[in-house]
T-cell receptor, first 111, second 115 residues
Framework: QQPVQSPQAVILREGEDAVINCSSS?????VHWYRQKHGEAPVFLMI???GGEQKGHEKISASFNEKKQQSSLYLTASQLSYSGTYFC????????????WGAGTKLIIKP | NAGVTQTPKFQVLKTGQSMTLQCAQD?????MSWYRQDPGMGLRLIHY???????DQGEVPNGYNVSRSTTEDFPLRLLSAAPSQTSVYFC??????????????FGPGTRLTVL
């Protein structure tokens, strides 16, 4: 089942903070975050594993609440380069090691 | 390293035509996959492969075939194109099985229109 991302879109001024959420109805093994700029391929940001391990980006942080089956991506002091659509991909016990992707959150950063 | 490459970048087909989307990677990754991306729906997995000679179906496999004769190449075949297959197609690869702890590397995409 597709994870739900919120908000669908957000507009910020440069320097402001943003939080993007990803929720699932299933118990998750891992959550993966990617960013896609218009007309380009998705690019890896972060993996969060059950148990608390994180792998990823230096300037972007994320949390994974296993009990609530959700993850949040924190973008602090946003830069123009953060603009794009953010996707979460989730792995659960039924997904056979594959990722199920959310519909995306579009982030627009204005100068 | 070129990473993941896809050809063609753009393609227009007529209903009923067949074609092959090419995907290659030079990172010696075992895992390769094909996704389609439609507006507002994120990425949906079509087929994937965990190594040469091994393929499996994803979420939306109907109308598509794949094969994996080498580690490097993973072509996607549209058997008889339909307008519902109009989409952007991404190929991706990772060192291990995606969904475990592995980063996926995406190709630049193929924008397909079926008339």
């Amino acid at each position: 089942q597709q994870p739900v991302q919120s908000p669908q879109a957000v507009i910020l001024r440069e320097g402001e903070d943003a939080v993007i959420n990803c929720s699932s109805s299933k118990a998750l093994y891992s959550v993966h975050w990617y960013r896609q700029k218009h007309g380009e391929a998705p690019v890896f940001l972060m993996i969060l594993l059950k148990g608390g391990e994180q792998k990823g980006h230096e300037k972007i942080s994320a949390s994974f609440n296993e009990k609530k089956q959700q993850s949040s991506l924190y973008l602090t002091a946003s830069q123009l380069s953060y603009s794009g659509t953010y996707f979460c991909g989730t792995e659960d016990g039924d997904s056979n090691y594959q990722l199920i992707w959310g519909a995306g959150t579009k982030l627009i950063i204005k100068p | 390293n070129a990473g993941v490459t896809q050809t063609p970048k753009f393609q227009v087909l007529k209903t009923g035509q067949s074609m092959t989307l090419q995907c290659a990677q030079d990172m010696n990754h075992e895992y390769m996959s094909w996704y389609r991306q439609d507006p507002g729906m994120g990425l949906r997995l079509i087929h994937y492969s965990v190594g040469a000679g091994i393929t499996d179906q994803g979420e939306v496999p109907n109308g598509y075939n794949v094969s994996r004769s080498t580690t490097e190449d993973f072509p996607l075949r549209l058997l008889s194109a339909a307008p519902s297959q109009t989409s952007v197609y991404f190929c991706a690869s990772s060192y291990g099985i995606a969904g475990a702890t592995d980063t996926q590397y995406f190709g630049p995409g193929t924008r397909l229109t079926v008339l």
